[in-house]
């Protein structure tokens, strides 16, 4: 299936009348429910699917599913929400254009790497504003190690969202003294 229920537009609306906006069953409907199995494009034949996919984002349908395996690999990650950005520039459209986390678009269209997803900028703050003298913090590596393996792939955001879910469960300090950090997250 292409698009889920949260990119339909919430103003169009197949029951809804278009004088007086009541909701009715059409005459050949027993119910005003969608139909419980509604047809996949991977129930198309395959020159079919090629056609829907081309049309529907312009790429093949093995880089849509490949971008979208990866969309969905890294939404189970379950990252904290400061490791996103918001907006994303996009080369093609030359805008900015809402995550493929909130709104599925092939990262093709984004400059073809993941890495673009991640604010940057927020996750070396937050490595900025952790004390690696603490035995716990320091336990995974020190920052010098974490920045590198940033830089080496975009896949270590998985390891490094448990390593921040764990240091913050932690019942030491974890941040920095006297510093924006340590105002900012204690209060």
Request: proline share 5%; hydrophobic share 40%.
């Amino acid at each position: 299936m292409i698009a889920g229920p949260n990119n339909v537009n919430p103003r169009i609306n197949a029951l809804t009348r278009a004088k007086g906006g009541k909701k009715h069953a059409a005459k050949h409907q027993k119910t005003t429910e969608m139909c419980k199995s509604d047809p996949k494009v991977d129930d198309l034949p395959l020159d079919l699917q090629q056609l829907v996919y081309m049309f529907a984002f312009n790429l093949p349908k093995s880089a849509v599913q490949g971008s979208l395996h990866t969309v969905m690999e890294i939404s189970r990650w379950n990252l904290p929400f400061f490791f996103f950005r918001e907006k994303i520039w996009s080369w093609h459209w030359k805008e900015f254009l809402p995550s493929p986390l909130k709104v599925f678009t092939p990262i093709e269209y984004y400059g073809g790497s993941f890495r673009e997803l991640f604010d940057d900028d927020a996750i070396y703050c937050f490595l900025l504003g952790l004390d690696f003298r603490m035995r716990n913090v320091r336990k995974f590596g020190n920052r010098r190690v974490w920045e590198d393996r940033i830089l080496t792939s975009w896949r270590v955001m998985d390891s490094l969202a448990a390593y921040y879910w764990m240091i913050m469960r932690s019942k030491t300090r974890v941040l920095r003294k006297q510093t924006l950090y340590e105002i900012y997250f204690n209060h």
